[in-house]
């Protein structure tokens, strides 16, 4: 059966190895555009495997990956190195992938308030400042998908909830999807749409209040900071009704692992290409 019309990208049944190691065991995932979508799980869970396996660069073992046709993704990486000996001025980065032309390069800088920025080496530059840029270059393509992976390493709470109040705005300007992977929810909790919550298989899913209670998750995270983080969705739903919004309290989706999550992937149980949507 095909995936749904418009839908930017859709994983079924995915499975990826390392090796003699199962990383992701029959994933289910999609994003759908103008969707924010924040991948959670704690580490070696495989949520930068996911990330990979959306952007094209790992082939899963098993399951397919369907993606729409003339798909455009911009991406920002969980880790930037800087070469301090390589001199490197934002100008130039923002050149060196896909050279947009330097209308939307200027376009982008300013939008992301840091056309200040343009002469500026990457070295000199904060780690707010730097993931700004960053965040320029990615979006500079107009893609229809943004996909960023842990975004806000080093930042305070402040820098953090501001850049995801940036991310929301790049949403609701461009209408784009955006997949991101974080460990913080209650600081993400305010910018997104759904939550998935990851250890090797989607172990719950839906709206970031509903995974915030679901049993998975506290098992995951311990019920200390599940007691939290529901207090905070309490809030949160609190002043969403207030103002009128949807509340979005939901329910979350538990998936349980299929019967191969740890055994050898079955190679001729699944169609391993990737094709575009219909």
Not at 16 to 30: E, K, M, N
Not at 139 to 164: K, N
Not at 170 to 180: F, M
Not at 219 to 243: Q, T, V
């Amino acid at each position: 059966m095909g995936a749904r019309m418009g839908r930017l990208i859709e994983m079924r049944g995915v499975d990826v190895d390392f090796g003699t190691s199962r990383v992701l065991s029959h994933i289910d995932f999609a994003i759908d555009p103008g969707e924010i979508v924040t991948v959670i799980g704690p580490n070696g869970a495989g949520k930068t495997t996911l990330l990979r396996v959306a952007l094209g660069a790992i082939r899963p073992h098993g399951g397919t990956v369907e993606r729409a046709p003339g798909l455009v993704i911009g991406y920002v990486p969980q880790r930037i190195h800087v070469d301090p000996v390589m001199p490197m001025t934002v100008d130039r980065v923002m050149a060196l992938t896909g050279r947009p032309d330097a209308g939307a390069v200027a376009r982008r800088l300013a939008a992301f308030e840091v056309t200040h920025l343009r002469r500026r080496q990457l070295v000199d530059l904060s780690g707010g400042e730097l993931q700004r840029v960053m965040l320029a270059r990615a979006m500079a393509r107009a893609p229809g998908l943004l996909v960023l992976d842990e975004p806000t390493q080093g930042m305070d709470v402040g820098g953090q909830a501001s850049f995801y109040a940036l991310i929301r705005r790049v949403r609701d300007e461009t209408g784009c999807g955006v997949v991101l992977v974080s460990h913080d929810l209650h600081v993400v909790m305010r910018a997104t749409d759904k939550v998935v919550c990851l250890n090797h298989h989607v172990c719950c899913t839906g709206t970031a209040t509903a995974v915030a209670r679901h049993p998975e998750y506290r098992r995951l995270f311990g019920p200390a900071d599940a007691r939290e983080l529901a207090m905070f969705a309490h809030d949160i739903d609190h002043h969403r009704h207030e103002h009128g919004a949807q509340d979005g309290a939901g329910s979350a989706e538990t998936h349980q692992p299929g019967a191969q999550d740890h055994g050898a992937p079955d190679h001729g149980a699944h169609d391993h290409g990737e094709r575009s949507l219909p």
